[in-house]
């Protein structure tokens, strides 16, 4: 076994004073690699192996604070640089709310960083092949032992005379501990098949999982019967009539909700000015209303006060003055008529474009107009 | 012990040891690692069918609850919150009992807690674990739980990070997090002796993976014990914080009953209460079990007894203020709730409850209640009862009565709630279970370094941290 390395000499002993004791003769003896191996941490063996304070609450500070930092910052830009929005009335950057989330965000940093850091940097695992696993020493040091081991790359390491000091001390068993006789560069791990399948099979899962969830998984229907009922809704195609549509269409005749059809013909103006009334008052708010969809339909053309001087003038033909004297006198049924069904194919029909009720209040409204030319003048004074 | 009126005399001048009998170290690591090397008794697999059978029947519901909607269950406006929530608080508070011993205990140097802390860590988990289902559960649609987290919608609207629903997603998933990480950075000296002894080849290759090699290296032991002690300090804030959001929900909100500002001390206080209550039922079961009575002795049960007691007067504390700030305000709706808590439709609730969180555990002031396992068993049980009720009460109580008469409305839960409530005991006690098989439920690492003359140094007056 000569072509093995060596890795250092063992020593075991029986009581956890001895191991105090052994500590204390190697580190005043010169040693420095060494290490005492104990099944749980004996109180005093730090000071006598001269070791140095653990600085590894700094990692907890430092990435401790991260996390609330980063908090900080996420919940500000989230809720006012994002997508700004006021909940409960609160400013945008309601920092007293986001104190609970900056403690958790603290802890959670701070603790998963620090333990991340003693395994992976402090102590240097995960690591299974170190040379001391699987050997008799580690077997007893795991269960009851306390064990010294001397390390060969100390400068005052010698075989024989190492080997002699750690008997003189009263160790039970004094054994070498050898690497192992194969090992692995980087290199070689690092391009394995196997290893480099792996990492693939890891990477297509992950991201498959991930995309899986974000883009199909919230998007599942629930198979509650809430969603799923039997019954047809109004646009969907069905396979009972034969014309292939869900929605029935209305039975012939069939006048919408507030849609009253126009009672006459259209060229009946004789009708419609005696039969027709116009069923609203003259209140503020009719008024009001005539004016405004007098001024957006029948102004472009009769004019903003019904004169009839068109803003459209030389694209369509103007429309007479409202305010002769025979306009003045016709019934408000005619206007209805005129304002439904339009004029002599000039004027064209505002049916579709103003409701029956408005179409009543611009009549008050040009009456309105209409009076305020001939106004008498004992009434103007 | 000598004859006469006295039975016992107690030298209270001298502590009393924490591992009785003096055992070897080796014989330790037999003791602990007997569950995991031997097929376990009849006993043991009788539990297991017990719990596995509750479990299948909280399944069962959960599938009910999942085909049919959350119409299965009791729920309705204005009771929109009922077992869901109050199995979810109940959970969280056991888990907090762990946390405190294995976390605060040890930041007092309270050496007796080594004997129960990672039965307690353990138990900590898994109740996080059956907690986390029930909001979960409460969705009805359970995957929509993905829009909690901090991920813009399709319409690229953030979560509400003024909402204590929000905070509590954190504060839980943190306290999940840094628990488990807890308990496994203490159960990896374990899981090294545990590769060491064990024969079995695919067992090794598990516990080396676990250990991530761990070497028993005093420079590694001195790098550990000060994260250990770090991830204490976070750990106890970490556990006011979480019940504190947790009643957050509640006080929160306008509602008589949960408006209250004494809410976070009230849960904290709580939690612990119903958490040592469960600690004491499962240590009981598992020393007698496992045979461990003289590693968990009878004095840490009398200790535990007296947390117990003295965190039952908080809460009692808690139950007297909540009446007398409701009269003191003289808000005719918040007199009109306490009245309707103590005499209305779920008086008998409130009234065990009182009783159970209250009145029971001042039997816990005679030492001979305190060393007596049965009668210990018996109060732990009541505890569990009283404290879960509690929850259900303030829910319930001040849901049913709320502003609007015209939505008063009675609740009674149907055999769905109740099956998803055993279901998460038998997931409880079936992880406990299968723990106490897989894991060493004592820190044989931690047991060592309690026995007698395990530290020479000190015995030698030298000084140590």
């Not at chain 2, 080796?26 to 697999?45: N, Q």
């Not at chain 2, 140097?109 to 909001?135: D, K, N, S, Y």
Request: with cysteine; hydrophobic share 45%; aromatic share 14%.
């Amino acid at each position: 076994m000569s072509e093995r390395t060596l890795y250092g000499i063992t020593a075991l002993f029986d009581a956890p004073g001895k191991i105090l004791d052994a500590s204390k003769a190697a580190t005043s003896e010169g040693y420095k690699n060494f290490d005492s191996y104990t099944p749980y941490p004996i109180h005093g063996l730090d000071n006598v192996m001269k070791l140095k304070r653990s600085y590894i609450g700094i990692v907890t500070l430092i990435l401790g604070m991260t996390g609330v930092i980063s908090l900080v910052t996420f919940t500000w830009w989230a809720n006012s640089v994002d997508f700004p929005m006021v909940t409960g009335g609160k400013p945008y950057f309601a920092w007293p709310s986001y104190v609970p989330l900056m403690f958790e965000m603290g802890v959670l940093f701070g603790a998963v960083s620090t333990v991340i850091a003693l395994l992976a940097i402090w102590l240097g695992l995960p690591r299974n092949s170190h040379p001391l696993h699987d050997t008799e020493f580690m077997k007893k040091v795991s269960d009851d032992g306390f064990g010294i081991c001397i390390e060969a790359k100390d400068p005052k390491f010698d075989q024989k005379q190492t080997e002699s000091f750690l008997r003189s001390l009263g160790a039970v068993n004094v054994e070498p501990a050898y690497y192992e006789a194969q090992s692995f560069t980087l290199r070689q791990l690092v391009l394995d098949p196997k290893f480099i399948i792996a990492i693939i099979v890891v990477a297509v899962v992950s991201s498959a999982t991930v995309y899986w969830g974000l883009n199909k998984m919230l998007l599942i229907r629930p198979w509650s019967s809430l969603n799923d009922q039997e019954k047809v809704l109004p646009e969907t195609r069905s396979e009972f009539y034969p014309d292939g549509f869900a929605m029935r269409p209305p039975v012939e005749g069939t006048v919408a909700r507030s849609q009253m059809p126009y009672e006459f013909t259209a060229n009946d103006l004789a009708s419609a000015g005696k039969y027709l009334a116009n069923p609203l008052l003259p209140t503020p708010q009719v008024m009001r209303v005539g004016q405004r969809e007098y001024n957006t339909y029948c102004s472009p053309c009769h004019g903003y006060f019904a004169d009839g001087d068109s803003r459209l003038q030389g694209q369509f033909p103007s429309p007479p003055s409202l305010h002769t004297d025979s306009l003045r006198l016709a019934p408000d049924g005619l206007y209805y008529s005129v304002i439904t069904n339009g004029f002599q194919g000039i004027m064209p029909s505002y049916a579709r474009q103003i409701p029956r009720d408005e179409r009543w209040a611009i009549i008050w409204y040009i009456r309105a107009l209409q009076k305020s030319e001939h106004v008498e003048a004992s009434v103007a004074k | 012990m000598s004859a006469g009126s006295i039975d016992e005399v107690i030298d209270y001048t001298e502590a009393p040891p924490l591992v009785e009998g003096n055992p070897t170290l080796s014989h330790l690591d037999d003791a602990i690692a007997k569950p995991m090397e031997h097929r376990p008794s009849a006993k043991y697999f009788i539990a297991l069918a017990v719990t596995l059978a509750m479990l299948t029947f909280g399944i069962v519901a959960v599938g009910y609850t999942f085909y049919y909607g959350i119409g299965m269950w009791g729920n309705n406006i204005p009771v929109a919150w009922a077992f869901a929530i109050t199995n979810f608080v109940f959970w969280i508070g056991i888990g907090h009992a762990g946390t405190l011993i294995s976390a605060i205990l040890f930041l007092f140097r309270q050496r007796w807690r080594t004997a129960i802390a990672r039965t307690a860590e353990a138990m900590t988990i898994f109740a996080v674990m059956c907690a986390g289902l029930f909001p979960l559960l409460h969705l009805g649609r359970p995957w929509y739980f993905a829009f909690i987290f901090p991920i813009p919608n399709q319409h690229g609207i953030w979560i509400n990070f003024n909402s204590p629903l929000v905070w509590d997603v954190f504060a839980v998933s943190t306290y999940f997090t840094v628990s488990l990480m807890f308990w496994y950075i203490g159960l990896i000296p374990d899981l090294a002796t545990m590769r060491d002894r064990t024969t079995s080849k695919i067992k090794k290759t598990i516990y080396s993976i676990l250990s991530v090699g761990w070497r028993f290296s005093n420079r590694h032991w001195q790098h550990y014990e000060k994260v250990y002690v770090i991830l204490a300090g976070l750990a106890t804030p970490l556990v006011f914080s979480v019940h504190s959001i947790v009643s957050f929900d509640f006080a929160v909100s306008i509602l008589p009953g949960w408006h209250t500002t004494i809410f976070p001390p009230y849960f904290v206080a709580g939690a612990i209460f119903s958490g040592f209550g469960m600690v004491l039922t499962v240590l009981i079961i598992v020393r007698k079990v496992f045979n461990l009575e003289y590693i968990i002795t009878k004095d840490h049960l009398d200790k535990m007894a007296k947390v117990t007691l003295l965190v039952s007067m908080m809460v009692a504390y808690a139950y007297l203020l909540e009446p007398f700030i409701a009269w003191y305000s003289g808000d005719p709706v918040d007199w009109y709730l306490v009245i309707q808590r103590m005499t209305g439709h779920y008086a008998l609730g409130f009234w065990i409850m009182t009783t159970c969180n209250v009145f029971v555990p001042q039997l816990l002031w005679f030492r001979k209640i305190r060393r007596s396992v049965p009668i210990l068993f018996v109060i732990s049980l009541l505890i569990n009862v009283g404290m879960w009720l509690e929850r259900y009460i303030i829910i319930v109580t001040s849901l049913y009565r709320d502003f609007t008469p015209s939505a008063w409305h009675l609740y009674s839960p149907t055999w769905v709630d109740f099956g998803i409530l055993i279901g998460s005991f038998g997931l409880f006690f079936t992880l406990v279970l299968l723990f106490s098989r897989t894991l060493p439920v004592i820190s044989m690492s931690e047991i060592k370094g309690v026995t007698e003359s395990a530290h020479p140094a000190e015995k030698l007056g030298a000084e140590h941290e």
